[in-house]
């Protein structure tokens, strides 16, 4: 600046010339960025963009300082100065800066966005300042010239340049462990640049399946044009997790042009659980020429390589083999062998498909437990309207009822009416209630919610507690319509449970009355469990799960932060009902455990 305005006549000539130098640079980047600077990162690394920068503005500066040593402070020093100035502004924003960005990646995603935000918004502006006070100290002393302050830049510079390097070395150390740690994730994560895809590549072949998995997914996430050859390089892979996970994305990812791959893995493969997922792909994928030959294999030793085997048969589209493959299912259907009608229940949920739905319905009715659990298992896959009754009738079965409310979760909206219908049905048991409940909690969709809403204040306690459990669990925040009713919900278990506390008054702590003591404690508690859940969904939901912790195990100190938490968190009207209670029913419940 100093020197432009010593050339320019006036302040409008002055004003002028920063127009355009500030044009130019813009322009330039306006061209570099879009055009130049993901292929020059992509390309060349992290590295490169790191260390870009010290070099060319250190070298700018080394140049400066020697033309102003041997010519002094004239028109080739200010012109070499506007140039060294254009290279550092482009170079800064089209390479440093984005190179920049790519050193918080490693860190996990909770942590990346707050250390971004500490460096950006607190530590380069304090770093900004005292550069700038070091430069406001040297100007005070006559003797220190330009010439001076410029040879000590090419000491930073050249410093900058040694921890740059050290950072890129660093930086593909921490994504190979947090890539081992598989706690890579969050927005605006980018990995396409050269150093994180060589990093990505190398892990690839890490002993660790969950690892190599880890990355093979990353690349596909990121739509690499390579992923077909990636995951045609994992079927070599010495762990039979990470062949799988590669046959199986090959196949979902329909990626044809690998299918030699896979035949070569089938080929040579010993494991049947890779040798299924491998004879399932090459039948989907591929284009028979024989059909009763390429068949066998659904007569093969192993059950989970017949099952492959129809899978893909029926998956292929051919109508051949959509004939052969049906005729084996229809007889494994009707087996007597329970073992083949659950592997026929198995083929159907690897279809998938509801088209081959009526299979399923007898299946899901057969007097053998093990069937009735695949059949379930493939009616989540299939997903039919006329599958879902069959379901519900197995969730009240001891032995399926896991395999059924597995079902029903993935059934979504479709079938929280028939569970609205079971909730409400005279007699239910309190089994089926729970299960109904828990169900809805992994649903999630707007109309289990509201089935769960309408049974908040259910009269059972415990099947109450379940229904606001699955409500906590979907972060449920009740708007202006629900916060009476939850409210007088509130006050209604306040009430009984202050009954509770009148009645643990008055009882002796001793003798025969102790056992009808510990069940009125215990009683409390379960209050002050539903009355938590409920103000959670009125008030900050964090706070008050937080205070409850601290009540339920947290020292004397931490108990009284914690109902004076609440004290400021909770409406006059309900806390006046409830602190009272909250502190009865886990003070008691501290001084038991210290007793």
Known sequence: YDGARARCANEEELARFLGVFNGVVQAVCLFVLPLLSGRLLNRFGLKFGLLVLPLVVGGGALLLAGTGTALGIGAAFFWLLVVTKLLDSVVRISLFFPAGQLLYQPLPSGRRTAVQTMVESIITPVGGALAGGVLLVVACFEAVTIVHVLYALVVVFAVHTLLSAVLAKDYGRALMEALGNRFLGGSGLSLTDASSLRVLRDRLSSPHPGEAIYCLEMLENMEHEAIGSFLAGALDHPAPEVREHAVRRLQALDLRDQLSAVRERFAKEELPVVRAAAIEAIFSLGEFEDVEAEARYIEDPDGLVRKGALVGLIRSGNIEALLTAGQRLLELQHSDNPSERRLAAGILGGVGSSSFYSPLIGLLRDADPDVRASALSAAGKVRHPRLWESVIENLASLDCHRAASAALAEGGDAVVGLLRAAFTTPEQ????????????????????????????????????????????????????????????????????????????????????????????????????????LLLSFLYDSEAVMNARVKLERGTEEEQAYALEMLDTLVSQGVKSLVLPLLSAAFGAQCQAEER
């Open 429 to 532: 048991s309190k089994e089926m209630l729970l299960r109904i409940a828990r169900i809805c909690g992994k649903i999630g969709e707007p109309e289990a919610v509201a089935l769960l809403k309408e049974h908040s204040a259910h009269s059972d306690k415990e099947v109450a507690v379940r229904v606001l459990q699955s409500l906590s669990r979907l972060h449920y925040v009740a708007d202006s319509a629900d916060r009476t009713s939850l409210t007088e919900t509130i006050r209604r278990d306040a009430s009984d449970a202050q009954w509770v506390m009148s009645v643990l008054a008055e009882l002796p702590g001793a003798g025969a009355m102790k056992l009808l003591r510990a069940a009125l404690q215990r009683e409390l508690e379960e209050a002050a469990v539903r009355i938590f």
